[in-house]
């Protein structure tokens, strides 16, 4: 059962390696498993993705403590830079009756953020897998404040990278070894509407985000809200925001990857960072410094989706194992 293809070769070193150790983790004890990303930690920005079923049931209410999620953005300046507010509340789908009630909870503690959740979307689940939804005790922390790192690193080949604003997880612009090795869920069509779906345990997550789907009131011709975070903290817009700091002009910021081959399997492989100097493309981790001067990432129609790369420095964060998608 490890015997999978290795990642593209000329994927940046490290990789293989990373995937190695995925699956490595997929099958080992849930208290070794949770042991392991401490000791690689060092050597590999890993998300280990371990077995991370929470045992003690400590249900988090949907409710309490949400923020209404406006996204007005300009509170007062002397409170927290806890982000809760731009987290909006969630409601369980008609459609869903059959899976409990979305929950989340999200706060902030010694610098961190932390965002609890069952993992059950808000919009109507259509299975695109043959893994049923299960309903999954997430405890999400990145970083209140990112900080820019002195050099990108790499996101995991598999596994987490980032959270959406409802409380489930992001993960690469990659799929596993099955059903098309490492190829782009996106570009295969194997994710639903709002860019997700389930993997092996039951988790759903995606591999792109819509506004549309994770958060409301925002006109297509208007700058893009939040709809998530990314380990290193830093925060993931819609696909629009403005291109300067008077908002002027309200564009649609672009992936400076190019196609460089058939993204069907291995993804990263068929595709190169180009840039440009166009102000509308983004960096190789699919963010840029924006006019107010802070730094973000961007939703891109195309590769890589989401994240490229972090520019910041990622919590470490299980999951459970992505493993193969039969
Ligand atoms: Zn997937
Ligand atoms: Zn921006």
């Given at each position: 059962?490890i015997?999978h293809?290795?990642?593209?070769?000329?994927?940046?070193?490290?990789?293989?390696?990373?995937a190695?150790?995925l699956?490595?983790?997929?099958?080992m004890?849930?208290?070794?498993?949770?042991?392991?990303?401490?000791?690689?930690?060092?050597?590999?920005m890993?998300?280990c993705?371990?077995?991370?079923?929470?045992?003690?049931?400590?249900?988090?209410?949907g409710?309490?403590?949400?923020?209404t999620?406006?996204?007005d953005?300009?509170?007062?300046?002397?409170?927290?830079?806890?982000p809760?507010?731009?987290?909006?509340?969630?409601?369980?789908?008609?459609?869903?009756?059959?899976?409990?009630?979305?929950t989340?909870?999200?706060?902030?503690?010694?610098?961190?953020?932390?965002?609890e959740?069952?993992?059950?979307p808000?919009?109507?689940?259509i299975?695109?897998t043959p893994?049923?939804l299960a309903?999954i005790?997430?405890?999400?922390?990145f970083?209140?404040?990112?900080e820019?790192?002195?050099?990108?690193?790499?996101?995991?080949?598999?596994?987490?990278?980032?959270?959406?604003?409802?409380?489930?997880?992001?993960?690469?612009?990659?799929?596993?070894?099955?059903?098309?090795?490492?190829?782009?869920?996106?570009?295969?069509?194997?994710?639903?509407s709002?860019?997700g779906h389930?993997?092996?345990?039951?988790?759903?997550?995606?591999?792109?985000?819509?506004?549309?789907?994770?958060?409301?009131?925002?006109g297509?011709?208007?700058?893009?809200?939040?709809i998530?975070?990314?380990?290193?903290?830093?925060?993931?817009?819609?696909?629009?925001?403005?291109?300067?700091?008077?908002?002027?002009?309200?564009?649609?910021?672009?992936?400076?990857?190019?196609e460089?081959?058939?993204?069907?399997?291995?993804?990263?492989?068929?595709?190169?960072?180009?840039?440009?100097?166009?102000?509308?493309?983004?960096?190789?981790c699919?963010?840029?410094v924006?006019?107010?001067?802070?730094?973000?990432?961007?939703?891109?129609?195309?590769?890589?989706?989401?994240?490229?790369c972090?520019?910041?420095?990622?919590t470490?964060?299980?999951?459970?194992g992505p493993?193969?998608?039969?």
């Amino acid at each position: 059962m490890i015997e999978h293809d290795p990642p593209s070769p000329t994927r940046p070193r490290g990789v293989e390696h990373t995937a190695r150790l995925l699956l490595l983790c997929e099958s080992m004890s849930l208290e070794l498993a949770r042991l392991l990303p401490a000791l690689i930690l060092s050597t590999s920005m890993l998300a280990c993705v371990a077995h991370d079923r929470m045992l003690d049931g400590g249900e988090t209410s949907g409710d309490g403590d949400m923020g209404t999620g406006d996204g007005d953005g300009d509170g007062d300046p002397s409170s927290e830079a806890c982000p809760n507010e731009l987290f909006p509340a969630v409601s369980p789908a008609p459609e869903n009756a059959a899976y409990p009630d979305p929950t989340l909870a999200v706060y902030c503690e010694g610098g961190e953020v932390i965002v609890e959740s069952n993992g059950i979307p808000g919009y109507e689940f259509i299975p695109l897998t043959p893994n049923e939804l299960a309903a999954i005790d997430w405890q999400w922390r990145f970083p209140v404040e990112g900080e820019l790192a002195a050099e990108t690193s790499e996101i995991p080949l598999l596994g987490p990278v980032g959270i959406a604003v409802n409380g489930l997880p992001v993960y690469g612009p990659n799929e596993g070894p099955f059903p098309d090795p490492y190829g782009d869920p996106v570009y295969n069509g194997i994710v639903d509407s709002c860019g997700g779906h389930t993997a092996m345990a039951g988790d759903y997550h995606y591999h792109t985000l819509l506004v549309e789907c994770l958060s409301s009131g925002y006109g297509p011709d208007e700058p893009s809200p939040v709809i998530g975070f990314s380990f290193d903290g830093f925060p993931i817009y819609g696909s629009r925001g403005c291109l300067d700091a008077a908002c002027s002009e309200v564009v649609e910021y672009v992936s400076g990857w190019v196609e460089t081959g058939d993204p069907t399997t291995h993804a990263w492989d068929n595709h190169a960072y180009q840039g440009g100097d166009d102000p509308t493309i983004l960096d190789p981790c699919n963010g840029h410094v924006g006019p107010e001067g802070d730094y973000h990432y961007h939703v891109t129609d195309g590769f890589p989706h989401v994240l490229g790369c972090y520019a910041g420095t990622a919590t470490v964060n299980m999951g459970v194992g992505p493993g193969p998608m039969p």
